[in-house]
């Protein structure tokens, strides 16, 4: 993917993703630590999802729920769905950050960007619908998501860029409900994660 491409049609979606990883970490992180957080999120979605299409069993919800389709109504489908998908997708950097207790994702980072992917799938995906992620479920080996990573590790369905500015609304959102649970509950971004 060239760089004029990624610039084209991504940076307004990236630029408000990143803006709010640095406004739900401040002042306890960088600004440049808050947006590496933030990359390596929008990496674990993408292969978080991958590593979830490679075990099927009737413990993997993502295929058994939301790609087989169980049988459920469709509002118990998408709420499980919902809700599962938000734990795993927190639930390596979790994992791996508390086994070595060096939060270099920020915790509010992790919280809000899986709340943001999550929306984005089960309300902007699921609920509205869109071209680009059906061709995921007609075929699981393309379009994981984000539509950006997608081109840069070759698994797009085809050269079109998905439009990912919705997600501005989704993020903002998000953010909004990460600061009120931050003051909250009392939780600071520091490297080793700490409670006020
Ligand atoms: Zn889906
Ligand atoms: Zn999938």
Redesign the pocket.
């Known amino acids: 993917m060239k760089v004029e491409d990624f610039l084209e049609h991504y940076s307004h979606a990236i630029a408000a993703f990143g803006i709010c990883a640095v406004i739900v970490t401040f002042p306890d992180r960088t600004p440049m630590s808050a947006l590496l957080g933030g990359g390596l999120m929008a990496l674990n979605y993408y292969f978080s999802h991958r590593f979830l299409h490679l075990f099927p069993g009737p413990l993997n919800f993502h295929l058994n729920l939301?790609?087989e389709k169980a049988g459920l109504p469709r509002w118990l489908e998408l709420t499980l769905?919902c809700i599962l998908e938000f734990v795993y997708f927190m639930f390596f950097p979790l994992l791996f950050q508390t086994l070595f207790n060096d939060w270099i994702i920020p915790f509010s980072v992790i919280l809000l960007l899986s709340m943001t992917y999550t929306s984005y799938?089960i309300y902007n995906?699921?609920i509205l619908g869109s071209k680009d992620?059906s061709r995921?479920?007609m075929n699981p080996e393309v379009n994981f998501s984000p539509n950006f990573l997608d081109h840069l590790f070759s698994t797009n369905f085809d050269e079109e860029h998905e439009d990912l500015n919705p997600g501005i609304v989704n993020v903002i959102a998000c953010t909004l409900i990460v600061l009120y649970l931050k003051r909250w509950v009392g939780w600071t971004d520091a490297q080793n994660l700490a409670t006020k």
């Open positions: 939301h790609h769905e799938h995906y699921s992620h995921h479920h």
